[in-house]
């Protein structure tokens, strides 16, 4: 059954600091994977694309990492801002037919100042 | 600029109502989904379809039915709305060609049935 888990469930920082969101995968076969972005009451909004050749992508503050061979991604927020507070989510989209997308339960990250 | 428009951001209804969401893109996407969202569950597939007039089963379809008779336009039916379908209700379309295809979202539509 294709799954995608991320952790931590909930992360709180302090603005300035770093973190880094982990999410791992069983999707095959694969396509793509995608980080979003979603403010409460809001719907997802794409923060990186990454494809199978892909190991790297940054996006201004945020850079996320894919490791195809272990199915696992990173999402590294830098130097914190009030307004990264939001869940992010973590979307796999499998190489079939409709392009299904198998999401992961998010993570809810606080930026306190 | 690429958009998925949900018709609405806030709705309420009474239980038993007939109630319709509507979503509409303008990237000539192929596929479309609907979405719920609830807290701790995340994003569950209700249905979706890849071209006019087809549909196919998601997740949790019970409850709900789904139109797609033009190719921009998905609707989401609450036959006969009930309390447990007090959710958030996110619309979804991509391309029908692998690779680097993104997946846009509408802005979501909360509906609370009372």
């Known amino acids: 059954k294709n799954q995608v888990e991320q952790s931590p469930q909930s992360l709180i920082i302090l603005e300035g600091k770093n973190c880094t969101l982990q999410c791992n995968y069983t999707v095959s076969p694969f396509s793509n994977l995608r980080w979003y972005k979603q403010d409460t009451g809001r719907g997802p909004v794409s923060l990186t694309i990454m494809t199978f050749s892909e190991n790297t992508k940054s996006n201004g503050r945020y850079t996320a990492t894919l490791d195809a061979d272990t199915k696992q991604s990173s999402l590294h927020i830098t130097a914190s801002q009030l307004s990264d507070s939001a869940s992010y989510i973590c979307v796999v989209m499998g190489n079939n037919a409709g392009n299904m997308l198998t999401f992961g339960g998010g993570t809810r990250l606080m930026v306190k100042p | 600029d690429v958009k998925v428009t949900q018709s609405s951001r806030y709705l309420v209804k009474r239980t038993g109502e007939k109630v319709f969401l509507e979503c509409v893109q303008d990237m000539d996407h192929e596929n479309m989904f609907w979405y719920r969202q609830d807290p701790g569950l995340g994003l569950r597939l209700i249905y979706f379809?890849?071209?006019?007039?087809?549909?196919e089963k998601g997740d949790i379809p019970e409850g709900y039915s789904v139109s797609r008779e033009k190719k921009e336009r998905f609707s989401l039916i609450l036959e006969s709305a009930s309390t447990n379908q007090t959710s958030m209700y996110l619309c979804?379309?991509?391309?029908?060609?692998?690779?680097?295809?993104?997946?846009?979202f509408g802005q979501g539509t909360r509906l609370t049935v009372v």
């Open positions: 379809s890849y071209d006019v007039k087809m549909k």
């Open positions: 979804a379309s991509t391309l029908d060609t692998p690779g680097n295809t993104e997946a846009f």
